[in-house]
């Protein structure tokens, strides 16, 4: 059974630097079956796809444009996991944000990380 | 980017009713069509995907159809635990993905 634990703090301050990790069980994530993905939701954005990362012989990742200049998703195969780091964050990024499996049978996000309630305040 | 749009956005419905939730495409995205079921404080759960196949250990009072630019979702007949909110999410091609704004089901 596949299942992914979100972790990272709840406050961040304004100018700095979101950082979320999503650990693995029950999956790889070098799968070639797999992409990582992290999705936010807020009131005034609803479910925004955020980015992923998947491995295909080398690595690849994808950014949605609202956010490519401040966004980083990386795997870390030792640990099993991928992690999230977005920069310069302003308010307009408090959201849950969560980690997802996009399985490519499915073309679906099937498994979901519990989410993580951030917000940027001073 | 492709937008997907909802309707309705709420719905009031009672416990035994049929009801359809309707989503649209900017542009045709095939069967490239996922349905979600959020419940308050939890995240996203998979109920459709490929427009019309249902995710395993979805009961089967929840089905998809359509194709191209329009989609629906049909609950059979509706029980106390579907009272959710759904979304639909398009896959086709390459990201970004896009949700729709959902759809709020609640208890008439």
């Known amino acids: 059974q596949v299942h992914l634990q979100q972790s990272g703090p709840g406050l961040v301050k304004p100018s700095q630097t979101l950082s979320l990790t999503c650990a693995i069980s029950g999956d790889s994530v070098s799968s070639n079956s797999a992409a990582w993905n992290w999705i936010r939701q807020s009131p005034s954005r609803g479910l925004e796809w955020l980015g992923r990362?998947?491995?295909?012989?080398?690595?690849?990742?994808d950014y949605a444009v609202s956010v490519k200049s401040r966004i980083t998703i990386n795997p870390d195969t030792s640990k099993n996991q991928f992690s999230l780091q977005l920069s310069s964050v302003t308010p307009e990024d408090t959201a849950v944000y969560y980690c997802a499996r996009e399985w490519l049978r499915e073309d679906a996000f099937d498994i979901w990380g519990q989410g993580t309630m951030v917000t940027v305040s001073s | 980017d492709i937008q997907m749009t909802q309707s309705p956005s709420s719905l009031s419905a009672s416990v035994g009713d049929r009801v359809t939730i309707t989503c649209r495409a900017s542009?045709?995205?095939?069967?490239?069509l996922n349905w979600y079921q959020q419940k308050p404080g939890k995240a996203p759960n998979l109920l459709i995907y490929a427009a019309s196949s249902l995710q395993s250990g979805v009961p089967s009072r929840f089905s998809g159809s359509g194709s191209g630019t329009d989609f629906t979702l049909t609950i059979s007949s509706l029980q106390p635990e579907d009272f959710a909110t759904y979304y639909c999410?398009?896959?086709?091609?390459?990201?970004?993905?896009?949700f729709g704004q959902g759809t709020k089901l609640e208890i008439k």
């Open positions: 990362t998947y491995y295909r012989s080398n690595w690849y990742s």
């Open positions: 542009q045709s995205i095939s069967s490239y």
């Open positions: 999410q398009q896959s086709y091609s390459t990201p970004p993905w896009t």
